[in-house]
């Protein structure tokens, strides 16, 4: 079947065939496997710096320019560097190698070679960290004729000429600057996999230079709009990665500047289409960080915005409760919109709902912790919200679940009468499968046949390729996070392991790491993207990566560790680390090291004695026989599950446990 035939088949089918193609082997999905099944991903990047800088764009070949608006999409309409002009009229680009300057800092790494006539360049571009100020080296090697290079500084006054030693003194400068930002992050060690911690890293790196300092941006070309600054996922994305990666300054900063520039004094969000969901889930990010970081000072400060955002929610409940009769499906939900680009689709939207509920016990648990009396009683009146609100939105679930279709359909809303036929239907079909749904998943809420019903839904009918989210003819992956996090609370770590290899694969340009709203899924060399680069999309990546070794059940004291380790990353070799983990009882750190096929030493390190958890440790063997014996500090340890995989340690007494299994 030929390349175009195939892209029709893609967009035809209610499978994910790609995704059961790797997943039959038995092998988890890799990147490289997931990447060999589309064409390459081409695109623009972008130069910026964490202060309010102009954005300078990088087109393929390594043009460097400038948009004129920020009203529309990324385009050069003033270049100030065009690799062209320092090489022979004949020279063209027949291999090129596109990266990032130590692999994950907001620099482009450039090599081009032209084979036919024996020439290769390297560019080196970045904007200083501190100073709007653009540095560029151009090299040029040909065979035995030498090499020369260029050196410039692009400022107000244009291009200029410099030094390859003053280049290289500012390129330190950078260099030193990006691993002081990552000094106290969480740090991954998994030599077999460095893309993981470069796309993790180049993800946070360049949303920081996305957003002005706190003040929030959602991305670049049409989206660096001042009317997007707003959008709630651009902050609430940014303080979660934050708080995952232990960079809990940045979260706090993010986080108060949108609760004193965006949150108005009836609670409702300066935005031009908020979703009720993204209240619920500011709400959620809030108390995340402050249980996190033990910030009771902060948290009571924050106390009157973050009551100005459950009044509004509580109001919207009040008039549901009072409009609609107990038996009717939206008694007790919460009216409003379930996105910014249909927000004119007001309606009963069970993500809203939901994410309200989670939202409200997040904070009641944040007060109960950090909070003195009245916040603990507050807490206690926010706890019987919540059982009130479970009891109408369980009631209205059960009387909107169609059970004629196998799976059973879990509608996004009260009154939707038929089943989608496929997940691309129609726009309301997308809308479910790219948000909706994956909302739905994400805040822990759902019985698990519910929760269940629609990750298979999904994958049945034709929502998924790669695992990542399918939206109409093309791939839309901002939320895919939501709906990674729904299977890994599932234990679907294949399926997730797919969604994250097939969103870094499919998703992001190759070696800069660069991951748009929308892509394509047609092309013949290469696909395009469809709608300009955001910040949430681009922050997926962190978040799984974290995720599939540190994980933590919303509601029980449960701890995973390495729960959805590739296989591959635990044979004999060298070790796996994660070090500075965030969890809300503090940082974890923890060490697989293969000894052998069948033996594995494993380290884990916890900030207490008397760790108020279970920790569940999941070692992933490739190959191996099921587990037969474990101890910890020496001690014969019979808890361990061996088809499963995990080891559970109920409240450990101690706060390193070295671990042998086999």
């Known amino acids: 079947m030929s390349a175009p035939d195939l892209s029709i088949e893609l967009l035809r089918s209610l499978s994910d065939t790609l995704g059961e193609q790797v997943l039959a082997g038995g092998a988890d999905p890799s990147y490289d496997a997931c990447a060999a099944l589309l064409p390459?991903?081409?695109?623009?990047?972008?130069?910026?710096?964490?202060?309010?800088?102009?954005?300078?764009?990088?087109?393929?070949?390594?043009?460097?320019?400038?948009?004129a608006t920020e009203s529309g999409p990324a385009r050069l309409d003033q270049v100030l560097f065009d690799p062209r002009r320092h090489l022979p009229a004949d020279a063209r680009p027949t291999n090129a190698a596109r990266r990032l300057i130590g692999g994950y800092m907001p620099g482009i790494d450039y090599?081009?070679?032209?084979?036919?006539?024996?020439?290769?360049?390297?560019?080196?571009?970045f904007i200083a960290p501190a100073a709007a100020e653009l540095y560029v080296s151009f090299r040029v090697a040909r065979g035995a004729g030498g090499e020369a290079t260029v050196s410039f500084r692009a400022g107000a006054e244009g291009l200029t000429p410099i030094s390859p030693e003053w280049f290289r003194d500012r390129r330190r400068e950078f260099e030193a600057h990006w691993q002081q930002v990552f000094a106290d992050a969480m740090r991954l060690e998994a030599p077999a996999e460095a893309k993981v911690l470069n796309a993790s890293l180049a993800s946070l790196a360049r949303a920081f230079v996305t957003h002005d300092g706190p003040k929030p941006r959602y991305g670049v070309g049409l989206y660096r709009d001042p009317k997007h600054n707003h959008f709630p996922p651009a902050t609430i994305g940014t303080a979660n990665a934050c708080v995952e990666w232990n960079l809990l300054d940045r979260a706090r900063a993010h986080l108060d500047y949108y609760l004193d520039n965006a949150v108005r004094a009836d609670g409702t969000f300066d935005y031009?289409?908020?979703?009720?969901?993204?209240?619920?889930?500011?709400?959620d990010a809030v108390a995340r960080y402050a249980r996190r970081s033990r910030d009771a000072a902060w948290l009571r400060a924050r106390v009157p915005v973050i009551e100005r955002i459950i009044g509004l929610l509580l109001a919207l409940r009040r008039h549901s409760q009072e409009t609609h009769p107990r038996d009717d499906p939206r008694h007790g939900l919460l009216l409003g919109s379930p996105e910014a680009d249909t927000r004119d689709q007001v309606g009963y939207y069970y993500a809203g709902s939901i994410w309200a509920w989670r939202g409200w016990l997040e904070v009641a648990r944040a007060y109960a912790l950090l909070g003195g009396d009245a916040l603990r009683r507050r807490a206690a009146d926010l706890g019987a919200e919540c059982q009130s609100l479970r009891t109408d939105i369980d009631s209205s679930l059960e009387k909107s679940i169609i059970r004629t279709t196998s799976p059973i359909f879990v509608p996004p809303a009260p009154g939707i009468?038929?089943?989608?036929?496929?997940?691309?239907?129609?726009?309301?079909?997308s809308y479910t499968n790219y948000r909706y749904w994956p909302e739905m998943l994400s805040a822990d809420y759902l019985l698990p046949e519910w929760h269940d019903a629609i990750i298979a839904y999904r994958a049945s009918h034709g929502g998924e390729l790669l695992g990542t989210t399918r939206f109409l003819d093309r791939l839309d992956d901002w939320p895919y996070a939501h709906h990674a996090c729904g299977l890994l609370l599932r234990g679907r770590v294949r399926h997730?392991?797919?969604?994250?290899?097939?969103h870094l694969a499919i998703h992001h340009t190759r070696g800069t790491f660069m991951a748009y709203e929308q892509v394509a899924i047609r092309g013949k060399a290469a696909r395009s993207y469809v709608t300009d680069y955001c910040v949430p999309a681009q922050l997926v990546t962190p978040l799984l990566a974290k995720w599939m070794l540190v994980f933590e059940e919303p509601d029980a004291d449960v701890l995973w560790l390495c729960r959805a380790t590739p296989r591959r990353?635990?044979?004999?070799?060298?070790?796996?680390?994660?070090?500075?983990?965030?969890?809300?009882?503090?940082?974890?750190?923890?060490?697989?090291?293969?000894?052998?096929?069948?033996?594995?030493?494993?380290?884990?390190?916890?900030?207490?004695?008397?760790?108020p958890a279970q920790v569940r440790l999941c070692l992933r063997r490739p190959g191996a026989a099921p587990l037969r014996?474990?101890?910890v500090n020496g001690h014969h340890h019979a808890d361990f599950d061996p088809q499963a995989e995990a080891i559970r340690l109920h409240h450990p007494q101690a706060t390193t446990l070295e671990i042998v299994a086999q």
């Open 417 to 429: 009468a038929h089943p989608f036929e496929s997940m691309t239907a129609d726009p309301v079909a």
């Open 111 to 125: 090599s081009f070679k032209d084979t036919r006539l024996g020439y290769g360049w390297q560019e080196l571009a």
């Open 569 to 611: 990353w635990l044979a004999p070799g060298p070790r796996v680390h994660v070090d500075r983990a965030t969890t809300r009882w503090g940082p974890v750190s923890v060490s697989l090291e293969p000894k052998s096929q069948s033996v594995v030493h494993a380290r884990i390190q916890l900030p207490r004695a008397d760790f």
């Open 496 to 502: 997730f392991l797919l969604g994250f290899y097939g």
């Open 40 to 67: 390459e991903l081409l695109g623009y990047t972008f130069l910026a710096n964490e202060a309010a800088s102009e954005v300078i764009y990088v087109a393929p070949d390594g043009t460097l320019g400038v948009a």
């Open 629 to 631: 014996s474990v101890t």
């Open 272 to 283: 031009y289409g908020p979703a009720v969901s993204e209240y619920g889930q500011l709400l």
